[in-house]
Structure formats: structure tokens, C-alpha cells
């Protein structure tokens, strides 16, 4: 169950890959909110579903990181590709999305909100949770 605005890219790559390691099938399901890190956990699972009125939130990581000298601009710059370059190719393998049209969707954005139909049409998530019918109440005079 994912219902998180997100975290860092490293250790939000930690738990995808732990989640991807494990033998048995995963499911994600996005319960209110996946943003950032949480959209790219939901690629995690290999059965990806969500709740009729979830979010997916995607962006390019942030920077936090307090720059002092060209020296660490470019490690900087650097970290900064290769946590987006490896986010990106995680989030295309797993929607089979092709580079080509990833680049087109994402042109001049850096992020974008997903209703739970748009990220299913985009295969971000595999299926939409569909509510049960329940039983009428009977209730009984006493």
C-alpha cells in the first residue's frame, strides 16, 4: 500500500530494488497519494493497481544538496543525471513506454499529476480497483 508524498531518489531506489529482488509476486497499491518517490515504488510492484480516487505525482528529483565549489557543481551535476537518468529508465521499462515517446510526453514539463484513469491509459498501473457491491442491510424490528 502506497500513500506517500515521497522521499530522496537513493532510498527510494533502495526499496524499489529490494522490492523487485523478492521471489514472490508484489503488488502496489496506490492509496491517496504516490507522489514522487512513491510513483516510481508503484513501478515496483508486478501488479501495479490503484484506488479509484489515488493521485500519481511524478517530477524530476529535487535538489537539496548546498554547493560550494565548481569541483562539487559537477560531482553534483553528475549524482543529480544519474539518479534521474536511472528513475526515468525504471519508470519506461516498466510502463514500456519508448524513449522517443517519453521524451515527447515530457517535453518542457519537469513534473506531472495522474488521475488514477490517465496513469492507467499511460500503463502506470495495470488496473483500477473496482468496489464490491455490498449486500442491502436488512435490518430487523425488535
Same mark, same amino acid.
Given at each position: 500500500m502506497?500513500?506517500t508524498?515521497?522521499?530522496?531518489?537513493i532510498?527510494?531506489?533502495?526499496?524499489? *530494488?529490494t522490492?523487485r529482488?523478492?521471489?514472490?509476486p508484489?503488488?502496489?497499491?496506490?492509496?491517496?497519494?504516490?507522489?514522487?518517490?512513491?510513483?516510481l515504488?508503484?513501478?515496483?510492484? *508486478?501488479?501495479?493497481?490503484?484506488?479509484p480516487?489515488?493521485?500519481?505525482?511524478?517530477?524530476?528529483?529535487l535538489?537539496?544538496?548546498?554547493?560550494?565549489?565548481?569541483?562539487?557543481?559537477?560531482?553534483?551535476?553528475?549524482?543529480?543525471?544519474?539518479?534521474l *537518468?536511472?528513475?526515468?529508465?525504471?519508470?519506461?521499462?516498466?510502463?514500456?513506454?519508448?524513449?522517443t515517446?517519453?521524451s515527447?510526453?515530457?517535453?518542457?514539463?519537469t513534473?506531472?499529476?495522474f488521475?488514477a484513469?490517465?496513469?492507467?491509459e499511460?500503463?502506470i498501473? *495495470?488496473?483500477?480497483?473496482?468496489?464490491?457491491?455490498k449486500?442491502?442491510?436488512v435490518?430487523?424490528?425488535?
Amino acid at each position: 500500500m502506497i500513500n506517500t508524498p515521497g522521499c530522496y531518489v537513493i532510498q527510494t531506489l533502495a526499496i524499489y *530494488d529490494t522490492l523487485r529482488a523478492v521471489s514472490c509476486p508484489i503488488i502496489t497499491v496506490a492509496q491517496g497519494m504516490a507522489f514522487s518517490g512513491g510513483f516510481l515504488l508503484m513501478q515496483a510492484g *508486478d501488479l501495479r493497481v490503484a484506488f479509484p480516487h489515488s493521485k500519481l505525482f511524478y517530477h524530476e528529483p529535487l535538489s537539496e544538496s548546498h554547493v560550494c565549489s565548481t569541483e562539487e557543481l559537477a560531482s553534483h551535476v553528475k549524482s543529480y543525471a544519474w539518479g534521474l *537518468d536511472a528513475m526515468n529508465a525504471i519508470i519506461r521499462k516498466r510502463t514500456k513506454i519508448n524513449k522517443t515517446n517519453w521524451s515527447k510526453f515530457f517535453a518542457g514539463k519537469t513534473s506531472v499529476y495522474f488521475t488514477a484513469i490517465e496513469a492507467l491509459e499511460l500503463n502506470i498501473i *495495470d488496473e483500477i480497483i473496482e468496489f464490491q457491491k455490498k449486500p442491502k442491510l436488512v435490518l430487523e424490528k425488535i
